[in-house]
């Protein structure tokens, strides 16, 4: 019933900037709280790995590999995710997936919550 999709990935030149962005849902129902959220990359034959990670409250945390570079940011109110990235090289070209560590939401008036949730993932795609 949660669902969790990103947008906004594409191909770029390098030294090029891109905005991901990530939105929570619900079928007919609402959500209330989305908890930790993230974004996460992977390339083929590589493991995913954590790009930038936002609390509820707003702190944030980067790779070093993109710290200066990219910058997350989240609207509550929207249940949105966003990863704004710039100055892009072609070694960030991957798969980019957001992460919502857990969603409470409810459903005709019933409450519950989610844990882990992923997006089918976004291409970005960076040419040298």
């Known amino acids: 019933q949660v669902q969790v999709v990103e947008s906004g990935g594409g191909t770029v030149q390098s030294g090029g900037s891109l905005r991901l962005s990530c939105v929570a849902s619900?079928?007919?129902?609402?959500?209330?709280?989305?908890?930790?959220m993230a974004w996460f990359r992977q390339t083929p034959g590589k493991e995913r790995e954590v790009v930038a990670t936002i609390t509820t409250d707003g702190t944030t945390n980067y790779a070093d590999s993109v710290r200066g570079r990219f910058t997350i940011t989240r609207d509550n109110a929207e249940n949105a995710m966003y990863l704004q990235m710039n100055s892009l090289t072609p070694e960030d070209t991957a798969t980019y997936y957001c992460?919502?560590?857990?969603?409470?939401?409810?459903?005709?008036?019933?409450?519950?919550?989610?844990?882990?949730?992923w997006g089918p993932g976004t291409q970005v795609t960076v040419s040298s």
């Open positions: 619900v079928a007919s129902g609402q959500i209330f709280l989305i908890s930790d």
């Open positions: 992460q919502a560590d857990r969603i409470d939401y409810a459903v005709r008036g019933i409450k519950n919550f989610g844990r882990h949730y």
